[in-house]
C-alpha cells in the first residue's frame, strides 16, 4: 500500500491544547437562556451556586471568552491518556472500495472507555479546588460513571453515582468498575430521595430513565451541605471540556494538510458532538469554510431529527431549570428493546441552536441494527471494538463512504470515535444471534412526550 499519512498521527505532550475553545463566542447568536421554572425568569449566577460550582458556573455563563485556560492541573491529568490518536482508516477504506478519505479521533483509549473522562477530570477539579466535600451525579449506561469515578479517585473526592436501575442490572461490571475506583452506586429511582421515592409510587416496577436519575443526583447535591452536583453531557460547559477532541483533531489534521468535507459525530447529549466540530464550527461561523456538519442519533429516541424546539427540563422530576433545546419530552423514556444508549430526552442546547439556525447541516435517524452491522464491519477492518453510541458515527461515515465510491468524490471524512463496547456485548450478543430489534415510536407515541411542552407557559404554539 501506497501512503504518505501513517495510520496513527499522535500530537506530542507539548503541542497539546493548554486552552479550552469557548464556540460560543463565535456564535453570533446565542441559544436562548436557561430559564428558573419557579420565577419563569432567566437563570443567574446566584440560582446555580447551590448545584453547581462556582467555576463551572462561570464557565456555564461565559459567552465572550474564546479560549479559557485548561488549569496545569487538568492539564497533567490528561497526559496520563492524552492526546488521543488521528487514525486513517485504511483498512475501512479499502473495505469499503471507497475513494473517500476517512479519519476518526479515537476516543476510547482510557480506562473508562469514553471521552466523557475529558469532562470528568475538570469537574471533580473544580469541585476540590472550592473546598467542596462530595459530588453526585447520574449514569445511564455507565460510562459517565466510570469516568467521574476515575477522576473522583485521583483528586481523593467522594461521589454517589445514581445508576439507571435496568443499567445497574443489566451492566453489573460497570457498578463494579466505579465501585472499585471507590464510588458509591445507588440503583435509581430508590428510596434515598423525594424524586425517586415519587416515581416509585407512581410506577413501583420502573427501571428508571436518565431524567429520574438526574432528578435525585441534584435533589441529593442541594440537600447535602458541601455537596455539589456534576453532569456529563447537554451543559455548555461539558461541550466546552470536549472542544479539546476537536483542537487535537484539527492541529493532527493540520499537520497532515488535510481538512474534512463533512464532520460526523453521534449525538446523545451532545457533547461528543459538540467537542469533534468546535474549531471548524468556528470556520463555519466566521465564513473561512463550510464544512458539512451530521449528527447521528437512535432512530428510538429522535430527539433532534423528530423532537420539538422548545423550553424542557433536563429531568424527569422537573426540578432543573427550563433549557430551550430539541426535546422529545422530560417524561420521554425510549423502549427497552434499545440497546444502543444515546437515550436522553434532549439535546444539548448549543447543538439545538446550531441545528436551528443551519450551521449543523444533516441529522441522521438510524436502526439500531444497522448500526451494529456498521459496528461489526468496522471492527473487523480496524480492529477495535467500537460502542455502540459510537457506532451511529460509524454508520453515516460508512454511507458516505459508499456514496463517494458511487459518485467517485474523493472526500475527506472526519468522525469521533466516542469509546468502546467491551460492556456492551449483550448488545453484541442480540446483534449476532438475530434477536435485535428496531424499535421506531410512532407519532401518537411521541405525541404523549410533547403533550408535557405544552404544559410549559413558555411554549406556546408547539
Ligand atoms: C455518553 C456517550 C456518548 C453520548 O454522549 P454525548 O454527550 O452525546 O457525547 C457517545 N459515545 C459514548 C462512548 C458515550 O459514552
Request: net charge negative.
Amino acid at each position: 500500500m501506497n501512503r504518505k499519512i501513517p495510520y496513527r498521527t499522535y500530537l506530542t505532550e507539548d503541542q497539546m491544547p493548554k486552552y479550552w475553545y469557548n464556540l460560543r463566542a463565535d456564535m453570533k447568536d446565542q441559544h436562548d437562556p436557561y430559564i428558573n421554572p419557579g420565577t419563569m425568569k432567566p437563570v443567574q449566577y446566584e440560582d446555580l451556586l447551590p448545584v453547581f460550582c462556582e467555576e463551572l458556573v462561570k464557565q456555564e455563563m461565559n459567552t465572550t471568552d474564546r479560549y479559557i485556560p485548561i488549569p496545569e492541573e487538568v492539564q497533567e491529568f490528561y497526559k496520563t491518556y492524552r492526546p488521543s490518536p488521528l487514525i486513517r482508516a485504511y483498512n475501512l477504506e479499502k473495505e469499503l472500495k471507497t475513494p473517500a478519505k476517512i479519519y476518526y479521533k479515537f476516543e476510547g483509549n482510557n480506562t473508562s472507555g469514553s471521552h466523557k473522562l475529558n469532562s470528568a477530570v475538570a469537574q471533580v477539579y473544580y469541585a476540590k479546588k472550592q473546598g467542596v466535600t462530595s459530588l453526585t451525579t447520574e449514569t445511564g449506561a455507565g460510562q459517565w460513571g466510570t469516568a467521574l469515578s476515575m477522576a473522583a479517585a485521583y483528586f481523593n473526592m467522594p461521589l454517589t453515582v445514581f445508576m439507571v436501575k435496568i443499567s445497574a442490572q443489566q451492566k453489573p461490571y460497570r457498578k463494579a468498575i466505579i465501585e472499585t475506583f471507590g464510588g458509591k452506586v445507588v440503583a435509581s429511582p430508590s428510596n434515598t430521595t423525594e424524586a425517586g421515592k415519587a416515581i416509585l409510587a407512581s410506577d413501583p416496577n420502573s427501571g428508571g430513565s436518565l431524567g429520574c436519575a438526574i432528578s435525585e443526583a441534584v435533589e441529593q447535591a442541594v440537600k447535602t451541605p458541601n455537596c455539589r452536583y456534576v453532569l456529563g453531557s447537554v451543559l455548555d460547559q461539558v461541550l466546552l471540556h470536549q472542544s479539546i477532541i476537536g483542537s487535537e483533531a484539527k492541529m493532527a489534521m493540520d499537520l497532515l494538510g488535510e481538512y474534512p468535507d463533512v464532520v460526523i459525530g453521534c449525538a446523545g447529549g451532545g457533547s461528543n458532538l459538540g467537542g469533534i466540530i468546535t474549531e471548524y464550527m468556528a470556520d463555519k461561523l466566521n465564513g473561512r469554510k463550510s464544512p458539512a456538519f451530521i449528527a447521528v442519533e437512535p432512530a428510538s429516541c429522535p430527539s433532534l431529527s423528530r423532537g420539538k424546539y422548545a423550553y424542557d427540563f433536563c429531568d424527569t422530576g422537573k426540578i432543573t431549570p427550563l433549557a430551550k433545546m430539541y426535546t422529545l419530552g422530560s417524561g420521554f423514556k425510549p423502549s427497552p428493546i434499545h440497546a444502543g444508549g444515546l437515550r436522553y430526552h434532549g439535546m444539548s442546547p448549543i447543538i439545538s441552536k446550531l441545528y436551528h439556525d443551519g450551521y449543523i447541516d444533516e441529522v441522521r435517524a438510524v436502526g439500531q441494527k444497522s448500526v451494529f452491522e456498521a459496528a461489526q464491519i468496522f471492527s473487523k477492518a480496524e480492529t477495535i471494538l467500537p460502542a455502540p453510541e459510537s457506532s451511529h458515527a460509524i454508520k453515516i461515515a460508512i454511507d458516505e463512504a459508499i456514496k463517494c465510491r458511487e459518485t467517485g468524490e474523493e472526500k475527506t471524512i472526519l468522525f469521533n470515535l466516542t469509546g468502546t463496547g467491551y460492556f456492551d456485548m449483550v448488545a453484541y450478543m442480540q446483534y449476532i444471534d438475530g434477536t435485535m430489534e428496531d424499535y421506531i415510536p410512532t407519532d401518537e407515541e411521541l405525541e404523549a412526550g410533547f403533550e408535557s411542552l405544552r404544559e410549559i407557559p413558555l411554549n406556546s404554539g408547539i
